[in-house]
C-alpha cells in the first residue's frame, strides 16, 4: 500500500526558506516521476515542481527560480527547497505520485497523494 507523508511546513516571514519533506513507502521512487502541489483556500489544487524518473524537472512559474525539487533515491525521499518565501506562497502543500502521463500541473495526472503540510508566509 502506497504512503506518502509530507514534513517541514510551518509559519514564516516573506524573504524567508523552507524546506519540506516527502516519505515514500509502497513505491520505489527511482522507478517514479514525482510532483508537489499546492493548494489555497478557496483555489485550485495545482502543480509547483515535477521531477520526472529520468531527473528532468520542470516549475511552475510563479515559483521558478526560487523553488528547487529533489529526490533521494536511496532513502525513498522527495524534497522541495522553497527560498524567497512570498505571502501568496500560503497554501497547503501535497505531494504526488504515480504519474498518468498527463499534464503535470493538472491534479487528475496523479493518483497518490499525502495527506499535505501547512506553509503560511506572512508579510
Known amino acids: 500500500q502506497v504512503q506518502l507523508v509530507e514534513s517541514g511546513g510551518g509559519s514564516v516571514e516573506a524573504g524567508g526558506s523552507l524546506r519540506l519533506s516527502c516519505a515514500v513507502s509502497?513505491?520505489?521512487?527511482?522507478?517514479?516521476?514525482m510532483a508537489w502541489f499546492r493548494q489555497a483556500p478557496g483555489m485550485e489544487r495545482e502543480g509547483v515542481a515535477v521531477t520526472y524518473i529520468s531527473g528532468t524537472t520542470y516549475y511552475a512559474d510563479s515559483v521558478k527560480g526560487r523553488f528547487t525539487i529533489s529526490r533521494d533515491n536511496a532513502k525513498n525521499m522527495v524534497y522541495l527547497e522553497m527560498n524567497s518565501l512570498k505571502p501568496e506562497d500560503t497554501a497547503i502543500y501535497y505531494c504526488a505520485i504515480n504519474w498518468n502521463g498527463g499534464t503535470w500541473t493538472r491534479q487528475n495526472a496523479w493518483t497518490d497523494w499525502g495527506q499535505g503540510t501547512q506553509v503560511t508566509v506572512s508579510s
Open positions: 509502497g513505491y520505489t521512487i527511482s522507478h517514479n516521476s
